[in-house]
């Protein structure tokens, strides 16, 4: 397949189109959906770059924290994590869990809004 | 179009007389559930707020209806509380669909001017106090004057939410964790009073005075007062100012003192805490419901798509206010 421009290099040339081109000549309503869909765009670039190795390493901590075998895909490991919080067998003071979850969440909002300032607390 | 600025042009000559023309039609930025249209015309000016299209949405959220909106407002402009002044409710004969006519309050709704520029400096030192006294103010309002309203406290809220929730079938642990701890911490239930339901920057207009108008009613419900007290506190209506608890301009200490004064209860940080950890849940799964609007097709719009991606801000907001009660 063909990668001349790349996925990240599309994305690229339409956000460069709404922030320079199209949002200068909107006003109102549109020109507010102009920013949201670049910030989408944004969202879309960081999550190209980051998305294989953030879910190896959540794959890799959920395996550690919930001491499963190999093989088992992110979203079984997350409804497995899911069903041990609600049955009280893992709470916010067992070992690891609110370590796993802080980082998976860190991870996922430096993709979706990194200056969002909740991120500054939790690193801080 | 021409049908919609057609009737507007006959509603405003209804409102005003036929001396008043609109001239101009603008509709205002944000408010994604409701239209907001600013319509003037020589000296005249008002807002119309009415359903997306004018039809009224079906959505999973309390939304009380256009009508019961207008109704509450005037209650509460009758007990002096800073609202819009409802000057007509929409009939079928007005062919716009379901909404009302309000005054137009001049001043500002988006929070970044509000929390940055120095025009509102003085009003961001009078704001803690002002909100603590409306919210006192609104809490007051005897119940038997209300019109029908929805019943929701806490621990509705939590069931209501952890339906919704689970009917996504996606699994979010944090969320899972954040559920754990409301049930185990819940603090007694108090009666019930009327709660706004969304008070915060953005539904609150705000000149250089300070707080001039409540707007956005359509959340309001039967419920307990802290529940007010501790939404406008959720990080995510600090609007980035996370240090300033209570709405991104002030403390909690100093809105809490202002509500005792103005004759509500003595409430302590840690109830407010508990609601506040309800209310980022349930904002992040209203991010969830906004999103599914989308998912579904329902709303196509790039905002509602946008709105997905704003459930893990709450997650990470969960998460520091977890490691925070478990310190």
């Known amino acids: ?124 | 179009m021409q049908d919609f600025e057609a009737a507007a042009h006959r509603l405003f000559s209804k409102v005003f007389g036929a001396e008043a023309d609109l001239s101009d039609i603008n509709r205002l930025s944000g408010g994604a559930s409701q239209e907001t249209w600013a319509l003037s015309g020589g000296h005249f000016e008002a807002i119309l707020r009415r359903a997306p299209g004018g039809v009224r949405p079906t959505r999973p959220s309390a939304a009380i209806g256009l009508a019961t909106e207008a109704a509450l407002i005037r209650i509460a402009g009758k007990e002096s509380l800073p609202v819009a002044k409802i000057l007509h409710v929409l009939t079928p004969k007005d062919e716009l669909g379901e909404g009302f006519v309000m005054s137009r309050v001049h001043g500002e709704t988006i929070a970044r001017p509000i929390l940055r520029d120095e025009t509102f400096a003085a009003a961001r030192l009078k704001l803690p106090g002002e909100c603590g006294a409306a919210l006192a103010g609104i809490h007051k309002i005897a119940t038997n004057t209300l019109p029908d309203l929805p019943s929701s406290n806490g621990s509705d809220q939590i069931a209501q939410y952890e339906d919704i929730y689970r009917g996504f079938d996606i699994p979010h642990p944090v969320f899972e964790l954040a559920l754990t701890w409301l049930k185990a911490n819940q603090p007694a239930p108090i009666d019930p009073v009327l709660v706004h339901g969304d008070f915060r920057l953005g539904n609150l207009i705000v000149d250089e005075q300070g707080l001039a108008a409540i707007l956005d009613w359509e959340l309001a419900h039967l419920g307990d007062p802290r529940e007010d007290l501790a939404w406008i506190c959720v990080n995510s209506w600090r609007f980035g100012v996370t240090e300033n608890r209570v709405g991104g301009f002030g403390q909690l200490e100093p809105m809490l003192q202002a509500y005792a004064d103005a004759g509500g209860a003595v409430f302590s940080t840690q109830e407010i805490d508990w609601w506040e950890m309800l209310g980022t849940l349930k904002w992040g799964v209203m991010c969830m419901i906004m999103y599914e609007a989308f998912r579904s097709g329902a709303d196509p719009s790039v905002e509602r798509a946008a709105i997905g991606r704003r459930v893990s801000e709450t997650e990470i907001d969960l998460i520091n206010l977890l490691e925070a009660a478990n310190a």
């Open chain 1, 1 to 124: 397949m063909h990668d001349q421009p790349s996925l990240a290099e599309l994305l690229q040339a339409v956000k460069h189109f709404i922030d320079e081109t199209a949002s200068p000549n909107l006003s109102g309503h549109p020109a507010f959906h102009a920013r949201v869909a670049s910030n989408v765009l944004a969202t879309a670039l960081r999550d190209l770059e980051v998305r294989t190795a953030n879910e190896s390493a959540e794959a890799a901590s959920l395996k550690t924290l919930l001491a499963v075998s190999d093989g088992r895909s992110l979203d079984d490991m997350n409804r497995e994590l899911c069903k041990r919080i609600q049955s009280g067998d893992l709470t916010a003071t067992s070992h690891g869990l609110i370590a796993h979850l802080k980082a998976t969440t860190i991870a996922q909002v430096k993709t979706d809004q990194p200056r969002y300032s909740g991120l500054k607390t939790a690193e801080s």
